[in-house]
């Protein structure tokens, strides 16, 4: 019997991951097709914008590490690979670059500080990313086993004033 029920939980689980996935790619399209068709953009739109741009820039920085440290071959199938599981990446990334600071809720502005430091990400019009050039690399630890360049280091995030 607890094996039945262990079965039936994986089962259900699988079954709600699929819906929640059906649902994340039927938004993604919607948004799409708002961004295409110049239509407005709502406070969720604009959520959405930074939590696929955010999640793409942080899963891409291991990669981009790796192109600066002169791995470049391993670094690009990365990247590629990384494309294909997010095919709205340049739209979406285009959109919120043009998208004014001042259209994104407080919430918003606190994901966009914490993704600003991963060079795939675009910040919204009117950020300025501060960064040091000589600690590159030390916010982000390097690999134990490489003392490349890690890229990512921001010291401040600001919104200018319009």
């Known amino acids: 019997m607890k094996k039945l029920g262990l079965l039936g939980l994986f089962a259900a689980c699988a079954i709600a991951l699929t ?6 790619e039927r938004s993604d399209a919607n948004l799409v097709n708002k961004i295409q068709n110049h239509e407005a953009l709502t406070a969720e739109d604009y959520s959405r914008l930074i939590e696929y741009t955010g999640a793409y820039a942080e899963k891409a920085q291991p990669f981009v590490d790796m192109i600066i440290n002169d791995q470049e071959a391993e ?4 990247l590629d690979k990384l494309n294909a599981e997010y095919p709205d990446i340049d739209l979406f990334r285009n959109c919120l670059k043009r998208t004014p600071a001042s259209k994104l809720s407080e919430n918003d502005l606190q994901e966009v500080a914490k993704y600003a430091g991963y060079i795939e990400f675009s910040a919204p019009a009117g950020y300025e990313i501060v960064t040091n050039p ?11 086993t490489d003392n490349g360049v890690v890229a990512g ?4 995030v600001k919104v200018k004033e319009d």
């Open 19 to 24: 819906a929640c996935q059906e649902t994340s």
């Open 134 to 144: 000589d600690a590159a690399g030390l916010e982000v630890a390097a690999p134990a």
């Open 75 to 78: 670094g690009q199938a990365g």
């Open 153 to 156: 280091a921001v010291d401040e």
